[in-house]
């Protein structure tokens, strides 16, 4: 009888012990929210440890919250934001932190990450290493209702919802300022996080409950960020962060290398272009608030506040920048466009505007314009687009780069639109010809080299003499960050290589450059409505006898071609080259130089049989 009590109360208390748990435990699927009850959105800032050895420098943890170095490296009290760190090392990163509304019942408190799945990547990888548990796979599951996670293309973007918490605005006087989100550790304990975060237990305790478990998120609310004390990080060649990722094929790991030490440069040019805006909506909202009254502005709110000698230590740095570029008013803009009407709309979020009697292209972006500024800023060449100014618009959170207005549309519209004349096969070659300048210029004459990335008949501009100039440098960023950046670029004109390993290099652009010269010989898109794609259609040059490949290319060519006459040596001059450019091994493909060459004997090859061409090296030499 004994015995079986003692088993009877010991079961009880066991079930009681699995009941407690489970109506304590933090709901795996996230943190629910009430919209009213909190003072969402907030700022927050996730608790995150550097890591090898993918998240061993700024740029690369950046990328993956969305957010820039500066933005991180402010809260954490690193002073050099492009040094490598060293792994443990602690970080504050920013969220934007808002009550999401799931469905009709559920609503959850998170910061809506996106994220680009690359090889080997799993709902629950990316949330336990990568985000190293601020959020879980069966939250990312309920976030994405519409992706089935065992089916998931790399490239795809997924929201990972990281877990943060708003502060209530009911109840307690004294409230805290932000929510820190930080994963429970195995060895911490309550009373260990609140003495290092410079919280109490018991606030901890009223927001978490006392039931945590490792690696569960928990909420520390603190009325000011800590001082994180860092290490002193002895001045180490950039290429170190790299150094740590097992070793790669050799012709790749030089391309690694240099973009690495290219990655020193950018990081530091970025910073200045960041510093900049940075600035600048510091000192508008200060106008805004017309009583400057400081003391009423959250400190090292998003990261954005910097102190005064900072402040002037940037504008001296980029008042380069300042020289070169005009720098609009939102107001001109709105009024160039009938505030951002859509009939002014040019493609996607580009307005065409007229300014002071001169006529722009208007491009309205999030605040990751400061890549493509970095990048324009740097460039010069009379076959790329040209920055003219730009426009920030703190209320909105937007910037806005203003660029010339390219005449006659872009090289896709010409090619696939029925409504346009056709073009002409010696206009195709010399647009050809212009792209490939422009991109041998990027690739050879910029430091650090820049990679377009997107380089497509849609961002080829043609002007009013049919000139090509190439358009739309946002996503070339990575050129210098070559190691962490997103799968992105366009259906159709992604290299193999870079889909399956991410890697960027110059021959990405030279892939992207064959799909385009594919297009102009044979009037095709780069693919088409069953998904298939180009250049996956032209094995045939290889394989048919020289005998019959003449035949081949007149029926796979665009047929308006056919009707010039005596052009098929120098199409299938081209068709060679482009077929060069498509090697499935990034290093046999040419590089734009050799490119550049042959183009232009493709087009002495015509100038020998049309009466009057323009010079073959009128052309080039422009
Ligand atoms: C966990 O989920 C249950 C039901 O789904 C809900 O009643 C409870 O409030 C949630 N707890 C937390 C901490 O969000
Ligand atoms: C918040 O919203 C809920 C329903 O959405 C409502 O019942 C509640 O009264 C609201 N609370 C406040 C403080 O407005
Ligand atoms: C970093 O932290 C992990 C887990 O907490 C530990 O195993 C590792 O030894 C630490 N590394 C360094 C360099 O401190
Ligand atoms: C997260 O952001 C993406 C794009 O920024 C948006 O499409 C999506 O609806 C957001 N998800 C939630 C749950 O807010
Ligand atoms: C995340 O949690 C899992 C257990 O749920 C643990 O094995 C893993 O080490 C944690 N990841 C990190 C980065 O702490
Ligand atoms: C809302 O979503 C949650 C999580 O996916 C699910 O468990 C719940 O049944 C849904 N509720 C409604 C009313 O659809
Ligand atoms: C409010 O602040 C006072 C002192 O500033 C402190 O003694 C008190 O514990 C705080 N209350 C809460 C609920 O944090
Ligand atoms: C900031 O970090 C430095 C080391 O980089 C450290 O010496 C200093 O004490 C830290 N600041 C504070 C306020 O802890």
Redesign the pocket.
């Known amino acids: 009888m004994g015995t079986k009590f003692t088993s009877l109360s010991s079961f009880l208390i066991f079930l009681f012990c699995c009941y407690h748990a489970q109506a304590q435990a933090p709901n795996t699927t996230g943190y629910t929210c009430t919209a009213n009850q909190t003072t969402s959105p907030c700022l927050a800032y996730a608790f995150y440890r550097a890591m090898a050895p993918d998240f061993l420098d700024l740029a690369s943890i950046g990328d993956l919250f969305s957010v820039s170095r500066l933005m991180i490296s402010e809260p954490s009290n690193i002073s050099s934001p492009t040094s490598p760190l060293a792994p443990n090392q602690s970080l504050f990163v920013p969220l934007t932190c808002s009550c999401n509304s799931i469905n009709s019942s559920l609503s959850l408190s998170f910061a809506n990450l996106s994220y680009t799945f690359k090889k080997d990547d799993t709902f629950y990888l990316v949330s336990?290493?990568k985000f190293?548990?601020l959020t879980t796979y069966q939250s990312v599951e309920v976030v994405n209702p519409t992706i089935v996670p065992t089916n998931i293309d790399i490239g795809a973007d997924v929201v990972f919802p990281i877990f943060c918490k708003c502060p209530s605005t009911t109840g307690l006087q004294n409230q805290s300022s932000y929510l820190i989100s930080y994963?429970f550790q195995p060895s911490d304990t309550i009373p260990s996080i609140a003495s290092r975060f410079g919280s109490n237990a018991q606030s901890i305790v009223s927001v978490n409950g006392d039931n945590i478990q490792p690696?569960d998120t928990v909420f520390i609310p603190v009325s000011r960020l800590p001082t994180l004390s860092q290490p002193t990080v002895t001045a180490v060649s950039p290429v170190s962060p790299v150094s740590v990722s097992p070793p790669e094929r050799n012709d790749r790991k030089g391309v690694i290398t240099g973009l690495a030490i290219g990655l020193g440069l950018c990081a530091f040019s970025l910073i200045l272009v960041g510093g900049l805006w940075t600035y600048r909506e510091t000192t508008r909202k200060k106008r805004r608030e017309n009583g400057g009254d400081e003391e009423r502005q959250p400190k090292g709110r998003g990261g954005k506040g910097l102190s005064k000698e900072a402040q002037m230590n940037l504008m001296a740095d980029v008042s380069d920048c300042l020289d070169k570029y005009r720098v609009f008013g939102i107001e001109e803009l709105r009024e160039a466009t009938d505030g951002f009407d859509r009939r002014w709309v040019i493609q996607g979020s580009v307005y065409k505007g007229c300014i002071g009697g001169e006529v722009y292209a208007i491009k309205k972006m999030k605040w990751n314009a400061r890549d493509e500024l970095k990048i324009l800023q740097k460039v010069n060449h009379g076959n790329l687009v040209k920055l003219e100014g730009f426009c920030i618009d703190p209320e909105d959170a937007s910037c806005y780069l203003i660029y010339e207005y390219v005449e006659n549309g872009s090289l896709y519209a010409w090619l696939h639109n029925d409504k346009k004349e056709k073009l002409s096969w010696k206009t195709r070659l010399r647009i050809a010809i212009d792209v490939a300048n422009g991109l041998q210029y990027i690739h050879e004459h910029t430091r650090p080299q820049v990679v377009h990335k997107d380089i497509k008949s849609s961002n080829i501009l043609l002007d009013a003499n049919m000139r090509a100039k190439i358009a739309n440098f946002g996503l070339a960023k990575s050129g210098c960050n070559a190691i962490t950046m997103h799968i992105v670029g366009t259906q159709g004109y992604i290299p193999p290589e870079y889909l399956a390993d991410g890697v960027v290099s110059t021959k990405m652009d030279v892939f992207s450059f064959g799909v385009v010269l594919l297009e102009l010989i044979s009037g095709r898109e780069a693919i088409d409505e069953e998904g298939k794609v180009l250049w996956a259609s032209v094995d045939w040059f290889l394989d048919v006898k020289e005998g019959k490949k003449e035949k081949r290319l007149n029926r796979w060519m665009d047929d308006n071609l056919l009707q010039e006459s005596c052009l098929i040596d120098s199409i299938m001059n081209v068709m060679a080259i482009a077929v060069a450019c498509l090697h499935k091994d990034p290093s046999r493909r040419l590089s734009m130089v050799d490119i550049v060459y042959a183009l232009c004997k493709s087009d002495e090859l015509l100038f020998d049989v049309s009466e009057n061409g323009l010079s073959p090296l009128q052309v080039v030499a422009r």
């Open positions: 336990t290493n190293q548990n994963v690696f």
